[in-house]
């Protein structure tokens, strides 16, 4: 009964992997709309985090434009990667290939959707999906009070993901990297069953003062029949949500040469899942902190932090094989700390650190009921076109290569699935991964 298990999350590790080495790509489609170069929405001409001149963009609904006509507002990626795990065979194979409708369809309407087909490793098969979608109205250039203040609805599939801040992990894909069982929060990316992609919500939004942002809305989750038909295999369904609120607020100041932000998120849902079990009362709220040093570009530093604590309130409490009675209530609390250097918009560093614990339950967190899990993301990246300088820059290519390095996992240093003694015993150490891909963006 271990082995499918195991196959399924070290199948979740490596999905989690190429996540974080393409995340958060620049799409040559706005490149051409807007007439600037990858490098002045992208730190790294390619990713991973927005400069302030991008956090514009995204705010403005994707809607600016250089004013030279209509562009087709069609890109594609494709991207070749070769995995080496610590256990396992090594492999390599076009991972992902991708289809971005990005652009604006009036001065007040903009926004983008990706179709993702993602490879299954079976005889050489793909999944083909509706990733990210991000629908934007904005009214730009009101007063209020005599100051500047720019108001927005963005529908979209993935609570965080319209983040303009582009700290939260549903808009840079980095999350806390979680343990066996319903670990993680729901703000959080990693965690099983989570909402990404599976669900939809509206959320009003408005910056005033170019540094005061405010954001309400709700979500809903996809019926199953709809998550089926776009792509996405049911036993992932993030069960049914009601009473669901969203907030996000941030103070964000752009000194030109540096920026800072600093900001709350929260989420409150009432989620059965399965879709006919009591329901479960779910708070989160979490912080962020965010630092750019800009300069004259050729150095960049960004650094960001994020903090998010959820409580659980269960609508059961099941009794496990030893009869232990799972606890009523619990908390979980996911940390991302991450540094990116960047050299000339070219050459690139990023370290992050992930963290995930909780309280301490003996049936809902196995084998040792405990969730406590960390993990480390090294990435090393180069992206040679994308800039004003550049043979193009509206094309472009990302070569890098991803470490994915665990030292603890289901609260343990050893024997993480606790196996009988005799058996072949797993490390955290045995869960890493080390890959190199290739990326080209058109």
């Given amino acids: 009964m271990r082995r499918p298990k195991k196959m399924l999350l070290w199948c979740g590790l490596a999905a989690l992997l190429l996540l974080a080495s393409t995340a958060a790509q620049a799409i040559p489609a706005f490149a051409r709309q807007t007439g600037s170069a990858c490098a002045d929405c992208h730190a790294g001409s390619y990713g991973p985090l927005l400069t302030p001149y991008g956090m514009r963009f995204k705010l403005n609904g994707y809607t600016d434009t250089d004013g030279h006509g209509v562009k087709i507002p069609l890109a594609g990626q494709l991207t070749e990667t070769h995995s080496a795990p610590a256990r396992g065979p090594s492999s390599t194979a076009l991972t992902e290939a991708d289809l971005y409708i990005a652009g604006r369809i009036s001065d007040q309407f903009g926004g983008y959707a990706k179709v993702e087909a993602d490879y299954a490793g079976r005889n050489n098969t793909y999944n083909t999906r509706l990733s990210?979608?991000?629908?934007?109205?904005?009214?730009?250039?009101?007063?209020?009070?005599?100051?500047?203040?720019?108001?927005?609805?963005?529908?979209?599939?993935?609570?965080?993901?319209?983040?303009?801040?582009?700290?939260?992990?549903?808009?840079?894909?980095?999350?806390?990297?979680?343990?066996?069982?319903?670990?993680?929060?729901?703000?959080?990316l990693s965690g099983p069953n989570n909402g990404a992609n599976r669900v939809i919500g509206a959320n009003v939004y408005g910056l005033y003062d170019a540094n005061w942002y405010g954001e309400v809305g709700t979500y809903t989750t996809l019926p199953t029949s709809t998550q089926d038909r776009l792509?996405?295999?049911?036993?992932?369904?993030?069960?049914?949500?009601?009473?669901?609120?969203?907030?996000?607020?941030?103070?964000?100041?752009?000194?030109?040469?540096?920026?800072?932000?600093?900001?709350?998120?929260?989420?409150?849902?009432?989620?059965?899942?399965?879709?006919?079990?009591?329901?479960?009362?779910?708070?989160?709220?979490?912080?962020?902190?965010?630092?750019?040093?800009?300069?004259?570009?050729?150095?960049?530093?960004?650094?960001?932090?994020?903090?998010?604590?959820?409580?659980?309130?269960?609508?059961?409490?099941?009794?496990?094989?030893?009869?232990?009675?799972?606890?009523?209530?619990?908390?979980?609390?996911?940390?991302?700390?991450?540094?990116?250097?960047?050299?000339?918009?070219?050459?690139?560093?990023?370290?992050?650190?992930?963290?995930?614990?909780?309280?301490?339950?003996?049936?809902?967190?196995?084998?040792?009921?405990?969730?406590?899990?960390?993990?480390?993301?090294?990435?090393?990246?180069?992206?040679?076109?994308?800039?004003?300088?550049?043979?193009?820059?509206?094309?472009?290519?990302?070569?890098?290569?991803?470490?994915?390095?665990?030292?603890?996992?289901?609260?343990?240093?050893?024997?993480?699935?606790?196996?009988?003694?005799?058996?072949?015993?797993?490390?955290?150490?045995?869960l890493n991964a080390f890959s190199v891909s290739a990326s080209v963006a058109f």
């Fill in 231 to 430: 792509g996405y295999d049911i036993s992932g369904d993030p069960g049914k949500i009601s009473d669901t609120g969203y907030f996000r607020f941030a103070y964000m100041k752009d000194m030109k040469r540096q920026f800072f932000s600093v900001g709350v998120v929260g989420l409150t849902t009432k989620r059965q899942l399965p879709r006919t079990a009591p329901s479960d009362s779910l708070f989160d709220l979490g912080y962020d902190l965010s630092y750019q040093f800009i300069g004259n570009r050729d150095n960049i530093v960004q650094l960001s932090y994020v903090n998010i604590l959820e409580k659980r309130k269960y609508g059961t409490t099941p009794v496990g094989p030893t009869g232990l009675i799972a606890l009523p209530r619990g908390a979980l609390h996911d940390e991302i700390l991450s540094a990116t250097y960047t050299f000339k918009q070219a050459y690139g560093l990023q370290v992050a650190h992930t963290q995930s614990n909780g309280t301490r339950d003996a049936v809902r967190f196995g084998p040792f009921g405990n969730p406590d899990t960390t993990a480390n993301l090294i990435t090393l990246f180069w992206t040679p076109f994308g800039r004003e300088d550049s043979f193009t820059s509206i094309a472009n290519l990302k070569l890098s290569a991803t470490w994915f390095r665990f030292t603890k996992f289901n609260g343990v240093t050893n024997n993480i699935f606790g196996v009988p003694f005799g058996a072949v015993q797993t490390k955290p150490g045995d």
């Fill in 132 to 188: 990210y979608l991000d629908l934007r109205f904005v009214a730009k250039e009101l007063k209020l009070g005599g100051k500047d203040f720019t108001l927005g609805v963005s529908v979209n599939n993935n609570p965080g993901f319209d983040d303009p801040v582009d700290v939260l992990p549903a808009a840079n894909s980095i999350g806390a990297v979680t343990g066996s069982g319903p670990t993680g929060t729901f703000l959080g």
